[in-house]
DNA sequence: CCCACAAGTCGCT
DNA sequence: AGCGACTTGTGGG
């Protein structure tokens, strides 16, 4: 996977129970969001968040508040604009991906199904490792087909967490 | 353009 | 449980 690596507007901790994410914004909304202890984080300077457009701001606290919800293990009541840099593919892909609520789980080949190419169970998995936003898009709702967990990018232990808070027994 | 790989899946032993 | 075949998108050469 390739992507450009642009200047963002916008480079935001969100502080949670479980640690400290990164949240990345471009013109178009939330691009990227990383897991705590990447070691890409950008320090903030104090007085920085302030500094910030007001649009950028406000996706922020709904992002903030949407983290808090699936970490709660309810749907996020409102979340801001999702702007994911990926190929088409990908994008179909993460698409689907959010009609899993919190709580459900999906197969790689129920996904791809879903997006009309039934026998791209493996570029599925490919695009789900490549999912710039985990959690709000919820990758870690998509197990294999036997009910095992499969991978994930943040690591296996974080697909776990994110289960066990939603009800998800394996 | 060709090649190797990947967060899969199914069938067979 | 293990193993091979099959498949498709993606990135590197």
């Known amino acids: 996977m390739k992507r450009v690596t642009s200047i963002s507007p916008a480079t935001l901790p969100i ?24 070691k890409t984080r950008v320090a903030l300077k104090r007085g920085a968040v302030e500094r910030v457009p007001a649009v950028v701001q406000r996706w922020h606290r709904a992002a903030a508040a949407a983290l808090q919800s699936i970490f709660a ?20 892909v993460w698409k689907a991906l959010r009609k899993i609520s919190p709580g459900k789980t999906r197969s790689y080949g129920a996904i791809a199904q ?25 990758c870690h709702r998509v197990l294999a087909a036997n009910g095992k ?13 994110l289960l066990a808070r939603e009800g998800v027994k394996i």
């Open 114 to 138: 879903a997006i009309g190419k039934p026998k791209a169970v493996r570029a599925v998995g490919g695009a789900c490792g490549a999912n710039p936003i985990p959690v709000l898009i919820p």
């Open 149 to 161: 967990l499969g991978g994930f990018s943040g690591g296996l232990e974080w697909k776990r967490q």
């Open 73 to 92: 293990g309810r749907n996020p009541e409102q979340l801001p604009p999702l702007a994911p840099a990926g190929t088409p593919f990908q994008k179909r």
């Open 15 to 38: 502080v949670t129970p479980l640690g400290k994410f990164t949240a990345r914004y471009s013109e178009k909304g939330l691009a990227e969001l990383e897991f705590p202890g990447q």
